[in-house]
């Protein structure tokens, strides 16, 4: 993906958007809260993504940031500083839960 104000802005829109819709999950699922949903990883995964491009972005002497924009990176990089260390319940990654621990996890 080409470095850009405009791709920022996409990227921004996406988790956006996303976050919306885990939201709504959370309230369908009877108002789970959305540090117990596990939608949570893959939303910290797009914010790591956004907050890197934003650094690359950043770094490059050629491309002028708005200040709305910069504002927005700042965001990010602050709700990023929060969920940079978010790990599961048990504190185990993933592939090594039993299938117990797992669907506990995913609330199954």
Known sequence: MALSV???IKLANYYNQTTM???AICVQKGGIPM???VGRMYAADVLEFIVEYARRLKSDSKIAIP???AKVIERF???YERV???TTPSQKPIYEMTLEEFEKFMNI
């Open 6 to 8: 405009q791709n920022f």
């Open 21 to 23: 819709v885990m939201s």
């Open 35 to 37: 540090e117990n949903y």
């Open 67 to 69: 200040a709305d924009v």
């Open 77 to 79: 990089n602050v709700e």
């Open 84 to 86: 940079k260390n978010l």
